[in-house]
């Protein structure tokens, strides 16, 4: 904040699963720090309690540097909000209870936020979309979704696992490693080498989408030993964003919006932009791709939403503030989306 202090401040924290993070905005949505720690398992996925047992130590030092960063005091906080769900319980009790105590004590009002509708508040702040149709594809979550009277609707999910999980689950089963990166960037890597497509059940069941099926069968193919790794990854690619791309694609002829946000950390993902790029050209549309740095889970998405809820009018009361492990988007009145934006 360049020599200006800031008049009001929101300190969001997000801690749905892997991710601790702190990040902290004014009320016009200017980004004056966003701090993420993030839990890496030694082996196997995200066991709960350790991650929220990693989320207990960092804490504190997370929203220290993040309150530094931003040059602030903690006095010029006016808000604390925070990830209240879907997500992990333990996770999201450690940050829950870390809003809490931050809230009490300086002084200030609490906001829960729903952590999908602040994938899309913040890819809205990010890339100036107005009113889009969101694919929002995470380890944990797999949607489609757009405005709609009043709410943020779900047009198509996943019935099963997670695109990411999916991903994940069968780096790790071939032994693929990560070295640091991200399973899904291991697999985008090798599947740019594959030329050879193998068929893998494609199942997109009505506008909702399933994946454990085929994470099953291309586990299964990669044990005959008959097939290379690169084509299996291409084809796995293909297959799992083809079936986004669809059910993207048919809420955008449906609600003839003008925009695709394309988030989550699968987001990152060159091929998936490609093909959402096209579904988005195709019908007269806005590719509107979030920025790494927001698509990921963050706690700027958490203050952002905050902000945008305390507005509206909406707080969170104390004994309103337990933990919604799984708090669906359209179950919220999007008080504060008016006139499309
Ligand atoms: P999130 O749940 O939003 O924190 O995102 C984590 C998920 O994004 C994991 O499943 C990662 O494997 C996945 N991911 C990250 N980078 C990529 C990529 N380049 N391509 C596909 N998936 C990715
Ligand atoms: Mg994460």
Redesign the pocket.
């Known amino acids: 904040m360049q020599g200006r202090k800031p008049e009001q401040v929101c300190l969001g924290i997000e801690a749905t ?3 601790f993070g702190v990040g902290i905005l004014d009320f016009e949505g200017k980004v004056l720090s966003n701090v993420v720690d993030a839990f890496v398992p030694e082996s196997g996925g995200i066991h709960p309690r350790e991650a929220a047992r990693h989320h207990a130590r960092v804490a504190g030092q997370v929203i220290s540097t993040a309150i530094q960063q931003a040059k602030i005091q903690p006095e010029d906080i006016a808000i604390v909000a925070f990830s209240q769900g879907p997500g992990l319980g333990p996770c999201l009790r450690t940050g829950a209870t870390a809003a809490r105590a931050l809230a009490a004590y300086i002084g200030v009002p609490l906001v829960g936020v729903n952590h999908c509708v602040a994938h899309i508040e913040i890819g809205k702040l990010a890339t100036k979309a107005k009113d889009p149709v969101t694919l929002y594809v ?4 797999t949607l489609v979704s757009a405005f709609d009277a009043g709410r943020y609707r779900v047009f198509g999910e996943t019935l099963d696992i ?1 695109v ?2 999916c ?2 689950v069968f ?1 790790r089963e071939v032994g693929l490693r990560r070295d640091g ?5 291991v ?2 890597k090798l599947g740019r080498k594959g030329r050879n497509f193998l068929n893998l059940p494609y199942s997109v069941k009505g506008m909702d989408l399933s994946f454990s099926g085929l994470l099953t069968a291309a586990i299964t193919l990669y044990r005959t030993g008959k097939h290379d790794l690169e084509d299996l990854c291409y084809s796995l690619q293909e297959t799992v964003f083809s079936m986004l791309a669809e059910v993207t694609e048919r809420a955008l002829a449906h609600v003839e919006k003008r925009e695709v946000l394309l988030t ?3 987001a ?3 091929r ?1 932009q490609e093909m959402l790029k096209a579904v988005a050209d195709e019908h007269n549309s806005l590719f509107c791709g979030v920025p790494k740095e927001y ?3 963050n706690g700027a998405m958490i203050a952002w939403t905050g902000i945008l809820k305390y507005r509206a009018g909406v707080t969170t009361p104390l004994v309103d503030s337990f933990v919604r492990l799984k708090w669906r988007l359209d179950d919220e009145d999007a008080l504060w989306v008016t006139d499309k934006c």
Do not use: K, R
Request: charged content about 20%; overall charge negative; cysteine-free.
């Open positions: 699963a892997d991710d995470s380890g944990g979550n997670a990411g999980n991903l994940d780096a990166v991200p399973f899904g960037a697999v985008e989550g950390g699968v990152a993902n060159e998936l698509a990921l889970d």
